[in-house]
C-alpha cells in the first residue's frame, strides 16, 4: 500500500473534521505559558520523545491510538528512558472524533472513553509533555453548517474560506482559509486555546506547503502557518511542520516554528514487517547537507522524522544501520523521537538510545556539515561553543572499511585528543589525522576531538559560533555550494580596440549516466547494452522513492534526458537546493528515449547543481544531463585567424577583480603564458589562440581561494561580525577588492585597529587583521564596517589554549 493511501486511512472517518484544524482568537491568558519550561526558551534544545505514527503505519490500524496504547507507551518512556531527555508523547492522525458547536475538533469517544483529558493528565502526572496533531484549512462539514467561532461574535465558519472554493492540503480534505478575513485568525485561535486548556504541548502541523511534494504554490500554506504560529505562541506549544518542507522557505519555517521536515516519511510502509529501510535512512544523507546551515538555537531545528532503532525484529535495520541512524539524528541535531513501541525495546536499542554522550551531542544543538558527500565514506563535523569538534564517521558502501578524519579538512591544523562516544572511551591524542578501523558497512563512527595547546582552529563563515549583527548575506545571496563566482563576459579585439559584445549562442556538453560526477544516493542499479537507444546504450535507474541523482555543473542552462514509460511516473527537480519542477516522465504507451523531460536556461553563468528525486512510479531513469555552457564570440575573426595571430582581450562586465582558475574547454589556462590580468580584463595571447581551431571561444572566469567557496558580505556600515573563543590568538581572513574599505575590529570590547580591506583588484584568502599574546580564558572577536561598498568576511583562526 502506497503512503498516501495509508495517510488517507490514517485519518479515518475523522478526517473532515481534521481539516478542520484551523483555529480561532479568544483572549485568553497565557495559559499554557503553563505548558513550557520557563527556565528555557522554547525550542532551544532539540526535542526528544516519541510519535505514534510509525506505529500507526506498522500494525495498519489507524485506531491504534488508543488510551491503553497512550499511557502503556508513557509508562515504558518513564522506566526505561525519560530520565535521558525523552519527555513528549506525540498523537498523530486520527485523534479526534468530530467537531463541537464552534468547529472545534474534539476526541474520539470510542478511543478515549475516559476522555483524551484523562490520556493527557496521565502523561502529564509521569512528567512529560504531550502532543496532538493538525493539518491546514477547513473542513467542508465545518464551512457548510456556518458555525459560531467560539469568542469571536459575529464571525462565522462559513465565511473564512477563499473563495472561489481552493483546495488547503495535500489529500484535499479541506478548503483553503482566507486569513485577509481577521475572522480567520479568531477560529484559528479558538482552537489553540482549546488545546491549551487540555494542556496540549506540542502540535505537529501536517501537509505543509510549499513542500509535501508540491512546491509551485499551486497549494500554499504559509498563511497557515503563520496563524498557527500566532495562536501557539501565548501558549508556549511547541510548533513542528511537516513534511518534506521546501528549503527555498528555510527563513520563513524558522520564523513560525520550532522544527521542521527536511524529507519525506521514513516509514516503509510495509505493515506488519518492518518500520523502515537502510534505503529510506542513507537518503536523508544528502538533505542534511542542503539544510544543516538553517538550524540551531535560535531559529530551530531540522527534523528528519521517526526513529526507528529501538527493537531489531521490527526496525527493518541492522544493528550497524540501527547505531549510523542513530548518529545522524544526533549530529544533525534532528529531534529525536521514537517510532517503535516503547514497551517492547531490545536491549541493544536501550543501549543505543540512552548513551547519554551521544545524546548530549543533539543536545549541543550544533548542526554538523560534510566535508563532502561525493562518496561512500563520508566525514561529518561540528565546531562546538566549547572549542571541541564533533567528528562522525558514516560507511555508506558495500565494505567494511578503515577511515581517516583528516583535521585539515575539519579546521584543525595541529593535534587533538580523540574520544570515542559510543565505546564511551579515549582514543589518545593524535597529529593530523586519526584512523578508525574497520567501519563496518552501513556503520558509523562518533568521536569528540579536543585540540591541544597550540593546534590552530579555523572556523567558516557559515559556522553557527559565527555571529552576525546586521543585513548580511552568505555568496549574495545564493544558497548553493559555491564553486565560483562567476561574471557576465564579453570579448573584444586588443588589436582594434573593439568594445566588448554580450555571450552569443552557447554548445552544450552531453554527461552521460556512467559519468562520475554524477552522485547517485539510494538503491541505483546501472543497465549496459539495453539497444534501445539510450547516450552510450546505457541508463541508471532505482524502483525506491527518495532516491535521488545529483550532479554538478558550471554553465547557464541544463537538462534532464531520460526514458519515458508506463513502469514510470514523478520526479522532483532541484536546481541549486530548490525544488524547481515536479515531471512526469509517464507515458501510456510505447517508450520515449531520449526525451528532455526538464530543461532550463539564462541561469546565471556559474556553479550551479541539478537534482532529481524518484516521487512515484516503479522506476525512475537516468539517461543523461545536458549542459549549456556560456559561449564567447569574439566580434571580428582577426583572433582566432592563425594568418593573422592577435591577443583577445576578455573583460568583466560586472567589475573589476582579480581572476583566477581560468579554463579553456575544461583544461586550465597556464597565467603567465596563456593570459595575463590587469584590472578587470583578462587578455589570451594570440600564440595560445593560434593553438585553437578558428570560431568561438567557450571559457570559465572563476575567483577561487574563500575558504570552503563561500563569504558573508554586507553594505551597511556599523555592521559586525562577531566571534567568541578560548585561544591565545586570532587571525582574520578574507578578501580584499576595490568595492571593499575599512573594518574597525575590536577584541573583548577594546578597538585594537581599523584595517583597510580595500585593494586594486580582488585576491581572496588575505590575512586582514592577526593577534597574538592575548591570555587565558574566552575572548571576543569583532570586526565592523566603516566605509566601502562592502565589507566580506571569510575565516577565523584561533590558536587554542
Not at 475523522?14 to 505559558?33: D, E, G, I, N
Not at 485577509?180 to 506547503?209: H, M, R
Not at 542534511?288 to 538550524?295: E, I, K, T
Not at 536501550?350 to 549541543?364: H, P, R
Request: aromatic fraction near 10%; hydrophobic fraction near 40%.
Amino acid at each position: 500500500m502506497q503512503r498516501n493511501q495509508i495517510r488517507r486511512r490514517l485519518w479515518g472517518a475523522t478526517a473532515a473534521a481534521a481539516a478542520a484544524a484551523s483555529l480561532a482568537l479568544v483572549a485568553v491568558p497565557p495559559a499554557a505559558a503553563e505548558n513550557g519550561d520557563p527556565a528555557e526558551p522554547l525550542g532551544e534544545r532539540p526535542y526528544m520523545g516519541w510519535s505514534s505514527f510509525s506505529m500507526q503505519v506498522y500494525s495498519g490500524e489507524s485506531q491504534w491510538i488508543s488510551a491503553e496504547q497512550l499511557t502503556a507507551q508513557s509508562d515504558a518512556m518513564h522506566d526505561k528512558l525519560q530520565e535521558h531527555g525523552y519527555e513528549y508523547i506525540n498523537v498523530d492522525a486520527g485523534w479526534n472524533g468530530g467537531v463541537d458547536g464552534y468547529g472545534r475538533p474534539v476526541p474520539s469517544d470510542t478511543l478515549y472513553p475516559d476522555g483524551l483529558q484523562a490520556v493527557i493528565d496521565h502523561v502529564h502526572g509521569n512528567g512529560q509533555k504531550f502532543g496532538l496533531y493538525m493539518i491546514p484549512g477547513l473542513s467542508p462539514q465545518v464551512y457548510e453548517d456556518d458555525l459560531p467561532v467560539y469568542g469571536a461574535p459575529g464571525c462565522t465558519t462559513g465565511e473564512i474560506a477563499m473563495q472561489p472554493l481552493q483546495q488547503a492540503d495535500y489529500w484535499d480534505l479541506g478548503y483553503r482559509i482566507d486569513f485577509a478575513n481577521p475572522c480567520a485568525q479568531a477560529y484559528v485561535d479558538s482552537i489553540a486555546d482549546e488545546i491549551a486548556a487540555w494542556g496540549v504541548d506540542f502540535l505537529k502541523f501536517d501537509s505543509v506547503t510549499p513542500g509535501s511534494g508540491i512546491g509551485d504554490l499551486t497549494l500554499d500554506s504559509r498563511d497557515d502557518v503563520a496563524a498557527w504560529s500566532q495562536a501557539l505562541e501565548p501558549h508556549g506549544i511547541w510548533l513542528e511542520l511537516s513534511w518534506a518542507l521546501d528549503i527555498r522557505y528555510a527563513d520563513l519555517w524558522a520564523e513560525h516554528a520550532q522544527g521542521w521536515r527536511v524529507d519525506w516519511d521514513v516509514e516503509c510502509y510495509c505493515p506488519g514487517e518492518a518500520l523502515t529501510t537502510w534505503e529510506n535512512v542513507d537518503r536523508l544523507f544528502p538533505r542534511v547537507a542542503d539544510w544543516w546551515r538553517y538550524a540551531g538555537p535560535d531559529r530551530g531545528w531540522n527534523d528528519l522524522d521517526s526513529l526507528n532503532v529501538g527493537n531489531g525484529q521490527m526496525d527493518g535495520l541492522t544493528r550497524d544501520e540501527r547505531r549510523a541512524a542513530m548518529t545522524l539524528w544526533a549530529v544533525a541535531a534532528s529531534p529525536i523521537y521514537l517510532g517503535n513501541d516503547m514497551t517492547n525495546l531490545d536491549e541493544f536499542g536501550i543501549e543505543l538510545l540512552t548513551n547519554d554522550e551521544v545524546i548530549g551531542v543533539q543536545q549541543a544543538g550544533v548542526p554538523a556539515r560534510p566535508v563532502s558527500i561525493a562518496t561512500d565514506r563520508q566525514t561529518w563535523y561540528a565546531h562546538n561553543p566549547d572549542g571541541t569538534i564533533t567528528v562522525a564517521l558514516f560507511n555508506l558502501g558495500r565494505t567494511e572499511a578503515d577511515m581517516a578524519v583528516d583535521f585539515g579538512a575539519i579546521g584543525l591544523d595541529g593535534s587533538a585528543k580523540v574520544r570515542d562516544l559510543w565505546a564511551r572511551k579515549g582514543r589518545g591524542t593524535h597529529e593530523g589525522e586519526y584512523v578508525a578501523e574497520d567501519v563496518p558497512v552501513h556503520g558509523a563512527r562518533l568521536f569528540t576531538l579536543t585540540p591541544t595547546k597550540g593546534s590552530e582552529v579555523t572556523v567558516n563563515d557559515d559556522e553557527l559560533r559565527v555571529g552576525y549583527e546586521g543585513d548580511w548575506a552568505r555568496n549574495g545571496g545564493r544558497e548553493v555550494a559555491a564553486t565560483s563566482q562567476p561574471f557576465v563576459i564579453g570579448v573584444g579585439d586588443s588589436s582594434t580596440g573593439e568594445t566588448p559584445v554580450p555571450p552569443a549562442a552557447s554548445p552544450v556538453t552531453q554527461v552521460n549516466d556512467a559519468d562520475t560526477g554524477i552522485v547517485y544516493t539510494g538503491a541505483w542499479g546501472h543497465s549496459t547494452g539495453r539497444g534501445l537507444g539510450d547516450t552510450g546504450d546505457d541508463v541508471h535507474y532505482t524502483e525506491a522513492d527518495g532516491d535521488s541523482a545529483e550532479y554538478a555543473f558550471v554553465g547557464t542552462g541544463v537538462d534532464y534526458v531520460t526514458e519515458t514509460h508506463e513502469s514510470q511516473g514523478e520526479v522532483e527537480v532541484y536546481l541549486d537546493g530548490e525544488l524547481v519542477d515536479t515531471v512526469d516522465t509517464h507515458r501510456d504507451e510505447g517508450r520515449g528515449v531520449q526525451q528532455a523531460v526538464y530543461s532550463v536556461r539564462d541561469l546565471p553563468n556559474g556553479a550551479h547543481t541539478i537534482k532529481i528525486v524518484k516521487k512515484s512510479g516503479t522506476f525512475m531513469l537516468l539517461d543523461r544531463f545536458d549542459v549549456v555552457k556560456e559561449r564567447l564570440v569574439e566580434p571580428g575573426s582577426a583572433a582566432f585567424d592563425r594568418a593573422q595571430p592577435a591577443d583577445l582581450d576578455v573583460q568583466v562586465l560586472r567589475g573589476p577583480g582579480e581572476l583566477t582558475g581560468i579554463t579553456y574547454g575544461g583544461s586550465a589556462l597556464e597565467a603567465g603564458t596563456d593570459y595575463t590580468v590587469a584590472g578587470g580584463t583578462v587578455t589570451l595571447s594570440a600564440a595560445y589562440l593560434a593553438t585553437l581551431p578558428d570560431g568561438d571561444a567557450s571559457l570559465d572566469f572563476r575567483f577561487r581561494g574563500d575558504h570552503l567557496d563561500d563569504v558573508h558580505a554586507t553594505a551597511v556600515d556599523g555592521d559586525a561580525v562577531e566571534f567568541a573563543f578560548k585561544g591565545g590568538a586570532v587571525t582574520w581572513t578574507g578578501p580584499l577588492a576595490p568595492d571593499q574599505g575599512e573594518v574597525d575590529v575590536y577584541v573583548d570590547g577594546e578597538l585594537i585597529g581599523r584595517v583597510d580591506t580595500h585593494g586594486a583588484v580582488r585576491i581572496t584568502g588575505q590575512v586582514l587583521f592577526a593577534l597574538d599574546g592575548l591570555g587565558g580564558g574566552e575572548h571576543v572577536f569583532r570586526a565592523v564596517k566603516v566605509s566601502g561598498d562592502v565589507m566580506r568576511t571569510d575565516a577565523i583562526t584561533y590558536t587554542a589554549k
